[in-house]
Protein backbone atom coordinates (compact mmCIF):
# COMPACT_ATOMS: atom_id res chain seq x y z
CA UNK A 1 0.00 0.00 0.00
CA UNK A 2 1.21 3.32 -0.71
CA UNK A 3 1.68 6.50 1.34
CA UNK A 4 -1.44 8.80 1.76
CA UNK A 5 -2.58 10.83 -1.39
CA UNK A 6 -1.50 13.56 0.33
CA UNK A 7 2.34 13.94 0.54
CA UNK A 8 3.31 14.44 -3.25
CA UNK A 9 6.83 13.41 -2.21
CA UNK A 10 6.20 10.06 -0.35
CA UNK A 11 7.71 6.96 -2.25
CA UNK A 12 4.47 4.87 -3.63
CA UNK A 13 2.54 7.57 -5.15
CA UNK A 14 3.82 7.34 -8.84
CA UNK A 15 2.38 4.85 -11.24
CA UNK A 16 -0.83 4.45 -13.20
CA UNK A 17 -3.87 4.61 -11.44
CA UNK A 18 -5.36 0.87 -11.05
CA UNK A 19 -8.16 1.38 -13.03
CA UNK A 20 -10.85 -0.07 -11.07
CA UNK A 21 -14.52 1.09 -11.22
CA UNK A 22 -17.35 0.13 -8.36
CA UNK A 23 -19.29 -1.47 -10.51
CA UNK A 24 -16.93 -3.87 -11.68
CA UNK A 25 -18.19 -5.62 -8.36
CA UNK A 26 -21.10 -6.51 -9.52
CA UNK A 27 -20.27 -6.92 -13.06
CA UNK A 28 -17.62 -9.66 -11.76
CA UNK A 29 -20.14 -11.24 -9.46
CA UNK A 30 -22.67 -12.22 -12.70
CA UNK A 31 -19.96 -13.41 -14.98
CA UNK A 32 -18.58 -15.34 -12.06
CA UNK A 33 -21.90 -17.10 -11.60
CA UNK A 34 -21.65 -17.92 -15.14
CA UNK A 35 -18.70 -19.66 -14.40
CA UNK A 36 -15.93 -17.19 -15.47
CA UNK A 37 -12.40 -17.49 -13.78
CA UNK A 38 -10.10 -14.77 -13.16
CA UNK A 39 -8.26 -15.24 -16.33
CA UNK A 40 -11.98 -14.85 -17.96
CA UNK A 41 -12.67 -11.60 -15.78
CA UNK A 42 -8.90 -10.39 -16.74
CA UNK A 43 -9.68 -10.23 -20.46
CA UNK A 44 -13.29 -8.74 -19.82
CA UNK A 45 -11.91 -5.77 -18.01
CA UNK A 46 -8.82 -5.96 -20.34
CA UNK A 47 -6.57 -6.15 -17.46
CA UNK A 48 -3.80 -8.58 -16.76
CA UNK A 49 -5.17 -11.43 -14.32
CA UNK A 50 -2.61 -10.15 -11.75
CA UNK A 51 -4.73 -7.11 -11.72
CA UNK A 52 -7.65 -9.09 -10.97
CA UNK A 53 -5.94 -10.42 -7.86
CA UNK A 54 -4.65 -7.20 -6.23
CA UNK A 55 -8.22 -5.63 -6.72
CA UNK A 56 -8.95 -8.72 -4.57
CA UNK A 57 -6.76 -7.37 -2.47
CA UNK A 58 -7.63 -3.95 -2.20
CA UNK A 59 -11.48 -3.86 -2.76
CA UNK A 60 -13.24 -5.52 -0.73
CA UNK A 61 -16.47 -5.60 -2.93
CA UNK A 62 -14.84 -7.26 -5.20
CA UNK A 63 -13.19 -9.46 -3.46
CA UNK A 64 -16.51 -10.60 -1.87
CA UNK A 65 -18.54 -10.44 -5.36
CA UNK A 66 -15.98 -12.97 -7.08
CA UNK A 67 -16.32 -14.72 -3.91
CA UNK A 68 -19.80 -14.99 -4.15
CA UNK A 69 -20.26 -15.97 -7.51
CA UNK A 70 -17.74 -18.27 -7.90
CA UNK A 71 -19.47 -19.92 -5.35
CA UNK A 72 -23.08 -20.74 -6.96
CA UNK A 73 -21.15 -22.36 -9.92
CA UNK A 74 -19.26 -24.60 -7.38
CA UNK A 75 -22.52 -25.58 -6.06
CA UNK A 76 -23.72 -26.77 -8.90
CA UNK A 77 -20.84 -28.70 -9.71
CA UNK A 78 -20.53 -30.36 -6.01
CA UNK A 79 -24.30 -31.14 -6.34
CA UNK A 80 -23.41 -32.52 -9.86
CA UNK A 81 -20.57 -34.80 -8.48
CA UNK A 82 -23.06 -36.00 -5.75
CA UNK A 83 -25.81 -37.32 -8.19
CA UNK A 84 -23.24 -38.92 -10.62
CA UNK A 85 -21.59 -41.03 -7.53
CA UNK A 86 -24.76 -42.29 -5.49
CA UNK A 87 -27.07 -42.33 -9.02
CA UNK A 88 -30.07 -40.70 -10.17
CA UNK A 89 -33.15 -41.27 -11.85
CA UNK A 90 -34.56 -38.03 -14.20
CA UNK A 91 -37.69 -38.14 -16.27
CA UNK A 92 -37.32 -37.59 -20.55
CA UNK A 93 -39.31 -38.47 -23.65
CA UNK A 94 -38.76 -41.08 -26.33
CA UNK A 95 -40.69 -41.20 -29.08
CA UNK A 96 -40.96 -44.24 -31.01
CA UNK A 97 -43.71 -45.18 -33.81
CA UNK A 98 -46.36 -47.52 -33.34
CA UNK A 99 -48.36 -48.63 -36.23
CA UNK A 100 -47.56 -46.04 -38.73
CA UNK A 101 -47.64 -43.33 -36.40
CA UNK A 102 -45.50 -41.36 -33.56
CA UNK A 103 -45.75 -41.88 -30.23
CA UNK A 104 -44.26 -39.76 -26.88
CA UNK A 105 -44.02 -41.64 -24.10
CA UNK A 106 -42.35 -40.31 -20.61
CA UNK A 107 -39.74 -42.53 -19.52
CA UNK A 108 -37.48 -42.26 -16.16
CA UNK A 109 -34.40 -42.79 -17.03
CA UNK A 110 -31.59 -44.09 -14.49
CA UNK A 111 -27.98 -43.39 -14.66
CA UNK A 112 -26.13 -45.77 -12.51
CA UNK A 113 -23.61 -44.44 -9.35
CA UNK A 114 -19.96 -43.70 -10.62
CA UNK A 115 -17.13 -45.27 -8.52
CA UNK A 116 -14.71 -42.56 -9.82
CA UNK A 117 -16.82 -39.73 -9.02
CA UNK A 118 -17.87 -41.42 -5.51
CA UNK A 119 -14.06 -41.91 -4.88
CA UNK A 120 -13.44 -38.71 -6.10
CA UNK A 121 -15.96 -37.64 -3.64
CA UNK A 122 -14.89 -39.17 -0.66
CA UNK A 123 -11.33 -38.38 -0.97
CA UNK A 124 -12.38 -34.94 -0.66
CA UNK A 125 -15.04 -35.20 1.93
CA UNK A 126 -13.19 -37.56 3.85
CA UNK A 127 -9.15 -37.53 2.97
CA UNK A 128 -8.14 -39.33 5.96
CA UNK A 129 -9.82 -42.56 5.59
CA UNK A 130 -9.61 -42.02 1.05
CA UNK A 131 -6.46 -40.73 0.35
CA UNK A 132 -4.08 -42.56 -2.09
CA UNK A 133 -1.27 -41.69 0.49
CA UNK A 134 -0.93 -43.26 3.31
CA UNK A 135 1.15 -41.31 6.04
CA UNK A 136 3.34 -43.96 8.54
CA UNK A 137 4.25 -42.44 11.41
CA UNK A 138 7.62 -43.81 12.39
CA UNK A 139 10.28 -42.89 15.90
CA UNK A 140 13.55 -44.21 16.86
CA UNK A 141 13.87 -44.95 20.26
CA UNK A 142 17.08 -44.54 22.57
CA UNK A 143 18.33 -47.88 22.13
CA UNK A 144 17.65 -48.76 19.04
CA UNK A 145 19.62 -44.77 18.23
CA UNK A 146 22.24 -46.70 20.48
CA UNK A 147 22.68 -49.73 19.00
CA UNK A 148 22.58 -48.25 15.09
CA UNK A 149 25.53 -46.14 16.40
CA UNK A 150 27.69 -49.12 17.60
CA UNK A 151 26.97 -51.20 14.84
CA UNK A 152 27.87 -47.82 12.39
CA UNK A 153 31.04 -48.07 14.95
CA UNK A 154 31.92 -51.77 14.60
CA UNK A 155 31.44 -52.03 10.66
CA UNK A 156 33.66 -48.83 10.36
CA UNK A 157 36.42 -50.31 12.86
CA UNK A 158 36.39 -53.33 10.51
CA UNK A 159 36.87 -51.39 7.31
CA UNK A 160 39.98 -49.40 8.84
CA UNK A 161 41.49 -52.64 10.20
CA UNK A 162 40.62 -54.13 6.72
CA UNK A 163 42.44 -51.48 4.68
CA UNK A 164 45.53 -51.97 7.63
CA UNK A 165 45.77 -56.07 6.35
CA UNK A 166 45.41 -55.05 3.08
CA UNK A 167 48.40 -52.55 3.50
CA UNK A 168 50.45 -55.04 5.27
CA UNK A 169 49.48 -57.70 2.74
CA UNK A 170 51.03 -55.27 -0.37
CA UNK A 171 54.19 -54.96 1.97
CA UNK A 172 54.75 -58.84 1.80
CA UNK A 173 53.85 -59.35 -1.78
CA UNK A 174 56.76 -56.01 -2.87
CA UNK A 175 59.37 -57.81 -0.35
CA UNK A 176 58.92 -61.04 -1.86
CA UNK A 177 59.23 -59.47 -5.33
CA UNK A 178 62.39 -58.07 -4.12
CA UNK A 179 63.56 -61.30 -3.04
CA UNK A 180 62.78 -63.25 -5.94
CA UNK A 181 64.34 -59.89 -7.91
CA UNK A 182 67.44 -60.24 -6.00
CA UNK A 183 67.53 -64.21 -6.70
CA UNK A 184 66.86 -63.63 -10.54
CA UNK A 185 70.23 -60.87 -9.91
CA UNK A 186 72.81 -63.80 -8.15
CA UNK A 187 71.77 -66.43 -10.67
CA UNK A 188 72.55 -64.24 -13.80
Not at 6 to 20: E, F, H, L, M, T
Not at 136 to 161: F, P
Request: charged share 35%.
Amino acid sequence: MGAPKQNKNAVGNSGRPSGYLPEYAEQAEKLCRLGATDFHLADFFGVASSTIHRWRGEYEEFAAATRIGKGVPDDRVERGLYERAVGYSYESEKVFQYQGEAVRVRVTEHVPPDPGAAINWLKNRRPGEWRDKTEIEMSITDGLAERLARARARREAQQREEMEHGAEQGKASRDVTREERDADDDAS
